[in-house]
C-alpha cells in the first residue's frame, strides 16, 4: 500500500491532508495542530519530505517523493471561528489515518461527514450561548438579579446584531465597535431609567462575550511551539480587539455618561 | 457562601460559553468543573497582590486541563480554553478605560498597569505548564516530533 500510490493518487492525498489541516485551522485549533496533523498523516503514507508551514489564514505544504519530485499547494484561509467538536473529531481522525492509512476516498468522505455535522442551533447560541454568558458573568461581577437579566436582553441582542453585521461582511473591528456601543448604551439606559442598579456590572458581564479570550490563549500556546509568525498575528487580532471594545464602551459613555 | 456563589456563577458562565464554542455535550460538564476550580482556587488563596493568585490558578487550570485532555483523548485547548475565562480580567479593562475618559491619569495608569500584570500572570501560567508537559513529551517520545526528524536524519 504504501509505496505504490502514483503520483496522481500523491496529489489528491496532498489535497486531502490540507482539506484536514483547513478544516482545524478554521474551527480554532492551534497552528502546531495544524502543521503536525498534516505532516504525520503525509509521512504515514511513506513521503519522503513533508514541509508545512501554516500561520492563521494560510498553509503551505510541499511533499518530497523518494525520486525527488515534489508537488507544492498553498491554501488560503478567510473564515475563523470556534468549533471544538469538530477539532476533536478531526483529531480522532488524523489519528486513525496514521493507524490505518485508508484509501483517500474514506478520508474525503469522513472529512465530509464531520464538517457537516451539526452544531448547536442558532436559538440555543444565542439565548443559552450569549445570554447565558452575559447572564452569568453579570452575577459573577456582582450585579444582581435586575442586572442579570438587562444583561440576558443585551447578550441575546449582540448576537443577532453579530451576525447581521457578519452577513453583510463587515470587518471584525467595526462590529465589535458597534456591539459594544450597543451594550453600553442599553446598560445606561436601563440603569437611567431605574430597570438596574449597576451599568458597570452589566456593561463587563456582557462585554465578556465579545472578549477575545481564546485568542490570546491560542496565541500563546502558538508562541510557546515556536510559532511566532502566527502567535504574533493572534495577540494582535486580540489588542485590535480590545481596542474596537474600549472604543464603543468610551463612545456610549461619553454620549450617555456625561463624561 | 461567599465562596461558593461565584465558583457556582463561573461553573454556570463557561456551560454557556461550551454552547458558544459547540463542545459536545458529554465534555461540558467537565470544562466547567475546570472553570469553578480555577476560581475556588482564587478565592481560597491569600496573597496582598492579585498577581500570585492568578498565577497559581491559572497553574491549577492548566494541569487540570492537561490531566483532563489525556484521560479524555482531546485537544487541550478544549478544557483550557473555556475554563481560563472566568479569569480574564474584563473589570479592569473596563475600569481602565472609564478611568481614562474621565481624565483621572494617576488611577487610569494604576488599574492600566495592574490589569497588564493580570494578563502577564495568566499568560506565564499556561507557558509554564505547557512547556514542561511538551517538554516530557519530547522525552517519551522523541520519533514523534518531525520537525526535527528532517533534520537528523538527511544532514
Redo the contacts between chains.
Sequence with gaps: MEQNLSSFEYQRLLNTAIDLGHFLLEAGAETYRVEESIQRVLYAYGIKHVDVFAITNNITVTITMADDTCYTRLRRIYSRGTNYQRIEDLNNLSRYICEHRPPVEEINRRLKEIYRKKTYPEWAIVFLGFAGVSFFFTLFFGGNLQDALIAFVCGALTRVVFRAMEYVHTNGFFINLVCSFLITFIALLAVQYHLAPHSNSIIIGTLMTLVPGVAITNSMRDVIAGDLVAGMMKAMEALLVALALAMGTGMALIVLGGI | MRILL?CV??F??C???S??????PK?IPLTCFGGALGWLVYLLLDFPSDVPRYFIATVVISVYAEVMARIC???V??F??TA???L?P??G??YT??Y???GETALFVETGLNTLAL?GA??LG??LV??LV?MWKVMKAPKLF??DK?QRE?Y
Design positions: 461565584p456563577y463561573a454556570l458562565s456551560a454557556a460559553f454552547i458558544y464554542f459547540n463542545v459536545s465534555r483523548k482531546v485537544p485547548t478544549l483550557l480554553t481560563v475565562l472566568p480574564v474584563g473589570g479593562m473596563y478605560m472609564e481614562c475618559l474621565r494578563a495568566i499568560a499556561i507557558m505547557s512547556s511538551r518531525y520537525k528532517i538527511d
